[in-house]
């Protein structure tokens, strides 16, 4: 089995699965639809494309450090429809944004084709279009391309022994998040049509300590 590891680095990111109307909200660690979205961007792959070959690899997050949880007050007009069906541009709402701050991620993706694996690894040194950190606006403060970063392992070891002059592992147990084919806490975040459709499943997750201890899912508290 091949892991393709991707390092998640910047002064802000949000990861959203359950954003509705006008809050958009952030998971703690990148969800899947957002790295599967990033790694669209870098193959260059239209949004109306199929992602169900990138939807069946295997997903994995290391938290190298966690990040800051951040709330922004925002305001938008011209989203409420009048009953003419034209949009009230007299009409203000206020749509709260989270995001979440300094945190920097180690993100695996496992499967058995490796070839597929070795394009995304290639594209995303230099991707087709610019990558961003779960949102447009929010760029990556160093690369997402790891030179070493396509190994010969499954996803746990490959997430939890990495380490290397480019992306020290920090000292001490670190929080890993896996995704799991039968058990653990549900995220909504599995694409399950192209992205243009905006289609998406629930999939499992649990979280454990690098070195094989089970830990809550900080999500679900």
Not at 70 to 86: F, M, N, P, S
Not at 145 to 159: K, N, R, S, T, Y
Not at 192 to 217: E, M, S
Request: glycine content about 10%; overall charge neutral.
């Amino acid at each position: 089995m091949t892991t393709l590891l991707l390092r998640l680095q910047g002064p802000m990111q949000s990861w959203g699965t359950t954003s509705r109307f006008d809050e958009r909200d952030t998971q703690l660690e990148p969800s899947k639809s957002g790295v599967l979205g990033l790694v669209c961007a870098a193959l260059g792959r239209d949004r109306a494309e199929p992602v169900d070959d990138l939807a069946a690899l295997r997903m994995g997050v290391r938290v190298d450090r966690e990040g800051v949880p951040l709330r922004d007050y925002q305001t938008a007009t011209g989203v409420v429809i009048a009953a003419t069906g034209k949009a009230d541009l007299t009409r203000t709402v206020v749509s709260p944004r989270y995001y979440l701050s300094d945190a920097v991620f180690l993100v695996g993706l496992e499967g058995a084709d490796t070839a597929l694996l070795t394009r995304i690894h290639a594209a995303l040194k230099a991707p087709v279009w610019p990558l961003a950190l779960g949102r447009k606006s929010l760029v990556p403060s160093r690369p997402v391309h790891l030179p070493d970063g396509l190994v010969d392992q499954p996803l746990e070891p490959a997430l939890g022994g990495y380490d290397s002059a480019e992306m020290p592992r920090p000292p001490g147990l670190l929080r890993l998040v896996l995704e799991d084919p039968a058990e653990g806490a549900v995220r909504l975040d599995q694409p399950v049509a192209p992205f243009a459709q905006r289609r998406f499943g629930p999939r499992f997750v649990t979280v454990r300590l690098a070195g094989g201890a089970h830990v809550p899912d900080p999500a679900a508290a």
